[in-house]
T-cell receptor, first 109, second 116 residues
Framework: GESVGLHLPTLSVQEGDNSIINCAYS??????FIWYKQESGKGPQFIID?????DKRQGQRVTVLLNKTVKHLSLQIAATQPGDSAVYFC????????FGSGTKLNVKP | EAGVAQSPRYKIIEKRQSVAFWCNPI?????LYWYQQILGQGPKLLIQ????????DSQLPKDRFSAERLKGVDSTLKIQPAKLEDSAVYLC??????????????FGPGTRLTVT
């Protein structure tokens, strides 16, 4: 069925390195994507969003890339910090904001 | 700006009992969402309100779950009767009205429900 899903369940990076979290979607009708960060015991927190008329959007230390040809988006975190350790979810507006299982990011000091 | 408020934060009940959760969205946010998040999984949308009307409740198990947002502000989610598989965190989120450029949702801290 239609879904938004994440490739890797866990990603470990060294503090200061860049992190890349990937997400695939299957419905070409999706036109709005959101990345959320969820720390343990807390609700998801909005990080950045992107519309399908864009290929790239930058925020503070984060960049989201959208490749509509292969239905793939990625979240890049520059100079990863220990505070970035969390589970990251992508969601799209078409698929009832389905979050998938997420990718857990572990930042090693 | 106050965030999304939820209560209670924790609830333990026995199966077949009833439970209700309360949510107060951010002031001025017309859209309200209830999600169920089972341990190790992402949030699953249960119901979406636009003001006091239901936009989408296709994933709400209507035989036991109900939700209302009578005055278009606060909302309650009820489970009656509860089953063991209802053990999860119930998240409430709100966002500005649809038609704006962003669907950015602001989440509350959630209510952790344990059904024994």
């Amino acid at each position: 069925g239609e879904s938004v899903g994440l490739h890797l369940p866990t990603l470990s990076v060294q503090e200061g390195d860049n992190s890349i979290i990937n997400c695939a979607y299957s419905n070409s009708a999706s036109d709005y994507f959101i990345w959320y960060k969820q720390e343990s015991g807390k609700g998801p927190q909005f990080i950045i969003d992107i519309r399908s008329n864009m290929d790239k959007r930058q925020g503070q230390r984060v960049t989201v890339l959208l490749n509509k040809t292969v239905k793939h988006l990625s979240l890049q975190i520059a100079a990863t910090q220990p505070g970035d350790s969390a589970v990251y979810f992508c969601a799209d507006n078409f698929n009832k904001f389905y979050f998938g299982s997420g990718t857990k990011l572990n930042v090693k000091p | 700006e106050a965030g999304v408020a939820q209560s209670p934060r924790y609830k333990i009940i026995e199966k077949r009992q009833s439970v209700a959760f309360w949510c107060n969205p951010i002031s001025g946010h017309a859209t309200l969402y209830w999600y169920q998040q089972i341990l190790g999984q992402g949030p699953k949308l249960l119901i979406q309100f636009q003001n006091n009307g239901v936009v989408d409740d296709s994933q709400l198990p209507k035989d036991r779950f109900s939700a209302e947002r009578l005055k278009g502000v606060d909302s309650t989610l009820k489970i009656q009767p509860a089953k063991l598989e209802d053990s999860a965190v119930y998240l409430c989120a709100s966002s500005k009205a649809r038609g704006t450029l962003s669907y950015e949702q602001y989440f509350g801290p959630g209510t952790r429900l344990t059904v024994t």
